[in-house]
């Protein structure tokens, strides 16, 4: 039989509708999942594999969860490969085999038609809850997974025929704090998963079974052409480079550094992301992955590239990534804990990749940006008096200071893991959901990291509690290792944490730990600074206008213009307006 | 006889449709006068008043209704040309408008600039106040923070002031004590307050509504002042009625008040036509309407007999949460660009030709293909008669752009990249279509499909089809739907009140109390309008969700009254089961949170009576018939087509694909398994073949690979 061909135009046809139904899945787990983290933050994402467990379709996806969703899958394939049935769902959340942390919920459908298994829906959500041994879904503490906690699904059949296997259920609602968010978010993964299925048979009865197997073939070669196209853009080399982990007392008290070698081959197209000198595991949560350390080497080089590219196996296989089998920077082995694999270390792993290639092209480079996890996006929990129930949530707001990158101010709203996509909950509505209280949440002037093109502002909040008492646990990196500028570029500002009593002032403030858990009382405020953006190039070469624009909007003062920009602003008496006197510019920045 | 009167301002052209009271329609076309639109709009009065052989004030005489939607606020927005505005907010908060709830579009995209906010923080003062989400007061308003800031936008020559405070909407009094004091210190400042322009949840939707509310006010005010001068002096007395982005027409003085809804208003109105059509030819409830302009195509879907509407609209970047008739516009229409890919992938868009330089076949400088190149090369329009022969097409101009932007690349001859053009472009509309319904969790099949816009002929089979959709109506009205939509639509207002209260200890009283209020305000508001307490129709909502949701979910209500615990249980499974059917899953066992009241007030306005014409035979009268012509079809290849004229086409005629319609202002291409019938009303219903699982939709039998993958 002649092989069945596929048209330039089919293929076009093919892949936005099963782009539309993987981004059809998005939209509805967005709009009936429960947790903010999960709604409002929107920190999951969906997948359309094929039938042998590569990624076809990742719309939208957060770069930490879906650059690495075909070793998911295939680990799904690994155990229960021959078994798989229609009606079937798999949960995994084992870092251990191919998941990136406990927190992370790995749903798998396996799709059927007429008994044959053509794709997989995966959709990999963050819950509120695990029910790790400290109310917190980033267990920074545990020196093992015995310490950390949560119980671990690895690779385990949650639904058969369609409905739940209800002792697993019960297991996890024995286990996981306010369980009834937990399975209102367990529900809508599943939800948006059939939704999927659905949509994908009416794909498989249209076009037929031995169309769609060869579409999913052509559309991974298309997507290993456009990145070979682009990578062949790129100098032949190898680059080193490294960004250290905040110590933790205790813990890691010399910090973990990453290290990382990223060879580019360009006339094979292929680029390697080598980690294999990183360290041992650490005894604490946050030793990595397999996969999110294949998710820190690719989101690494395409935050570089910066291009649209269509994000299939096809495409993402051309960046392999090196890593030790047993390692903080490596593989997950039990019985070290990944608790945190997704953020912290994962941030550097990613920042010393797209850091790692500046000043190779005319048009590309960028510094690094904010860290994770300031005292402000802290994991909280306690008792809600209002409504007479309990909670846990990871807030998520205030997560600014992006990278300067050539050509570019650093994008505001930026965090590493998610690629700048998840989103922030409206302040009224954490209010209403929440027993607490935002004074404050603005940027702070003069943070961003000076550059040509400067790094984004760092943010300040100010929350409290307004009935009882709440547990904030949070982790926050770059106070001690800041995000480093770039070829002349300033490092971005460090992270802070304190806390003070609202009826004292702020003359009772004191700094707190970086790594930490506490509970706050009414009338005690948790104050917390994030890390900034580091700039790009020499501010001395900042446009003038620039500077002058970034004054007027209070980003920046008069002082920094001078001091650091070298950019003298004058005040017009008569118009009232600030402008740029070009002779002392000059002048002050041959000094 | 009476005339009813719609003017729509386009980008391009100025529609305008004249019906009188049987539903005789005539449409009008002037060019869009982009420094003074009211121009455009009075050339175009005087096109119709000639053709009825009058002089406009006598045209004007006849008129007993006239109503207008424009994009004068979408374009200053778009433009950046409107008010500078000063903004007052909650102390702690002021970068509310440069935070805008964050989340972007594509996760490995840095090499941007930042979005501004909508307002610079040079112009945002924060003032000391703060009030909780019961809307207690915890901090008093301070109140020289207010006057200091109120003396530094006078400074700055702040055109109008927009204040939005944290849970202004649950207790205004701050808002309100801050009116006063901008009345005290600078008696002629103008002001918006956003517990007035927006009294919902979530404080970055109602800042940048109020912000942008704001920064409307002076320009509509100036406009519909100029307007009503202008249509005083042709004779014409009375208010006009405007176009809102609820779907339907309010009052100036009430757009005034919220300019906010006249953004996007055009487009709103497109599903009331819709809506009319399907109603009117078949009866049917459940409408999906679609309009195709140069580069975009809006749609919009009619369920029940309801206009959807969102709560999540776009406008400029900028999200507001404001309701509005839900349009989905994607960039795909006639003008978009088709290019090949680094991979050997055909795309269509983003980038579009506009009308300068336009499509290839202009011959204004063109020299890319876009989708009217594809539709000429294929045969599908007439070079000489397009838009009914006002512009003559250079179909060489259109090969050689094709050839060379798609057939070249992908090693495909003319008319197989033609095909190819084509046919993506048609998935990417019908991919939109599936996006406002399937993801709504609504089956298309069970809906009529009306089009709008002169290209949509060529397109809305091969899209209905796929869809399976049977059955398409193409109004007479087609070109100018939104237009249209005016004079059909109805008065229409919403109203809303916050208010929270859950299933599980449901506030009999409050909520009773809360739905009363708004009744008592819809009446009101259409009592002044002048509308008989018999024209008065209320339909009442709630938005709702499951502890701890952020998306609320939006509901009609059964009841304007809860009088028992059966009412409020129907209630809560009506949730469940919208739940499940939008949103995949069903939680029975929880209870229901309930966040914001709202009715719409609809005053009717007398309808327009359309009378049927006789039906007449089932064949085409051999003067309709034009010169045969070479078209393109899949699965036929290229044939000699019969091709109609549509102004001789009678009512009960029907032509049977293949075939293609030339009408004056829009162009039918009757696929070989479809067919149109004129109806009684002068429109044309095509109708799809239902046997379609078995075709193969794709021309894979001498399809080209992919470059050399």
Known sequence: ?591 | MNLRIATDIGGTFTDIVVTDEIGNVNLFKSSTTPNNHIEGIMNGLQLAAKHYNLDLPSFMDRCNFFCHGSTITTNAIITGNTAKVGLLCTKGHRDVLVFREAGKDHPYKWYFDNPEPYVPRHLTYSVEERINHEGKIIVELNESDVREAINKFKEKNVEIIAVSLLWSFANPAHEKRIAEIIKEEWPEARYTLSHLVNPRIREYGRTVSTAINASLGPLIHNYLGRFKDSLDKVNYKKDPYLFTSSGGLTLPEEMMEKPLYSLDSGPALAPVAGKFYADKELGDGNVITCDMGGTSFDLSRVTDHKIAVTNNVEIADERLSIPKVDVKTIGAGGGSIAWVDAGGLIRIGPEGAGSEPGPACYMRGGKRATVTDAALVLGYLDPNYFLGGLMTLNTKAAEEAIMKSVGEPLNLDLVEAALTIWNTATSIMTEAVRDITIWEGIDPTEYTMVGGGGAIGMHIVPIVEELGIENVIIPEASSTLSAYGGVIAVLVKDFERSYFTTTSDFNYEEVNKCLLELKNEAVDFLNKAGIPSENQVFEFSVESRYPFQEKDLSFTLDTDHFGDEEALQKTKEKFHDTHEKARGSRDSEQHVEFTIWKVQAKGLIPEIKIEAEPIETNTPSKGAKKEDRDVYFRDLGIIKTPIYNGEKLRPGNIVYGPAIIEGLNTNLVIFPNSSATITKYKNYLLKINSNKKTEKTFNTHKAKMLGNV
Request: proline letters at 5%; aromatic letters at 8%.
């Open chain 1, 1 to 591: 039989m002649d092989k069945t061909i596929i048209s330039s135009e089919q293929l076009a046809i093919m892949s936005s509708r099963i782009a539309g139904i993987a981004k059809h899945m998005t939209y509805v787990l967005q709009s009936s999942a429960r947790s903010s983290i999960m709604s409002g933050s929107r920190d999951f994402s969906t997948a359309v594999c094929d039938g042998i467990g590569d990624v076809i379709s990742l719309p939208d996806g957060l770069p930490v969860h879906v650059t690495n969703m075909s070793v998911t899958t295939k680990s799904f394939i690994q155990y229960h490969g021959e078994n798989f049935k229609e009606g079937d769902a798999y949960l995994n959340n084992s870092p251990y085999h191919g998941n990136t942390h406990t927190a992370d919920y790995t749903i798998c459908i396996p799709v059927f038609y007429e008994e044959e298994l053509m794709f997989y829906c995966t959709i990999r959500g963050h819950q509120a809850d695990v029910g790790n041994s400290i109310p917190t879904t980033y267990n920074y503490k545990a020196r093992d997974i015995y310490e950390e906690g949560a119980p671990v699904f690895p690779c385990v059949k949650i639904q058969e025929d369609y409905k739940d296997i209800e002792d697993i259920i019960r297991m996890a609602k024995t286990r996981i704090r306010v369980s009834d968010v937990w399975y209102g978010d367990y529900l809508a993964m599943i939800g948006a998963a059939r939704i999927g299925e659905r949509e994908l048979k009416k794909v498989i009865e249209k076009y037929g079974k031995e169309t769609v197997k060869e579409f999913c073939g052509q559309w991974q070669e298309y997507g290993k052409k456009r990145m070979i196209e682009e990578i062949r853009k790129l100098p032949s080399g190898t680059w080193s480079n490294e960004s250290v982990h905040d110590p933790i007392p205790d813990m890691v008290p010399e910090g973990i550094p990453v290290k990382v070698k990223v060879t580019i081959d360009s006339e094979e197209g292929q680029v390697i992301v080598d980690y294999t000198e990183s360290g041992d595991p650490v005894p604490c949560g946050l030793n990595l992955c397999e996969a999110t350390v294949i998710a820190s080497g690719r989101s690494g080089f395409l935050n570089f590239l910066g291009m649209d590219l269509p994000l299939c196996e096809g495409a993402l296989s051309q960046i392999k990534v090196k890593m030790r089998e047993k390692g903080v920077v490596g593989k997950a082995t039990l019985p070290y804990s990944s608790s945190v694999a997704t953020t912290n270390v994962a941030d550097r792993a990613v920042l010393a990749v797209q850091s790692a290639l500046n000043g190779i092209t005319e048009d590309k480079g960028m510094a690094e940006g904010a860290l994770s996890h300031p005292a402000h996006t802290a994991v909280i929990s306690g008792h809600d008096a209002r409504y007479g129930r309990d909670f846990v949530t990871q807030l998520t707001n205030g997560h600014t200071g992006g990278m300067g990158v050539k050509g570019h101010d650093g994008y505001v709203k930026y965090h590493c893991s998610s690629g700048g996509m998840s989103g922030w909950s409206s302040i009224e509505q954490l209010e209403q959901k929440y027993p607490i209280l935002y004074l404050e949440q603005e940027l702070i002037s003069d943070t961003g990291g000076a550059g040509e093109w400067d790094g984004a502002p760092a943010t300040k909040a100010v929350i409290t509690p307004t009935e009882d008492e709440i547990t904030f646990i949070y982790l926050s990196d770059g106070k001690f290792n800041p995000p480093k500028g770039a070829e002349g570029g300033y490092n971005g500002t460090p992270s802070y944490a304190a806390i003070y009593n609202l009826d004292e002032g702020e003359s009772s403030l004191q700094e707190l730990p970086m790594f930490h858990q506490l509970k706050l009382k009414p009338k005690e405020a948790l104050v917390s600074k994030i890390s900034s953006g580091g700039g790009y190039g020499d501010p001395l070469k900042r446009d003038p206008e620039k500077v002058k624009e970034k004054v007027i909007e209070k980003w920046i003062s008069n002082k920094k213009a001078r001091d650091i920009y070298g950019v003298v602003l004058e005040m017009d008496p008569i118009e009232k307006q600030i402008y740029v006197n070009y002779d002392k510019t000059k002048e002050l920045r041959k000094i």
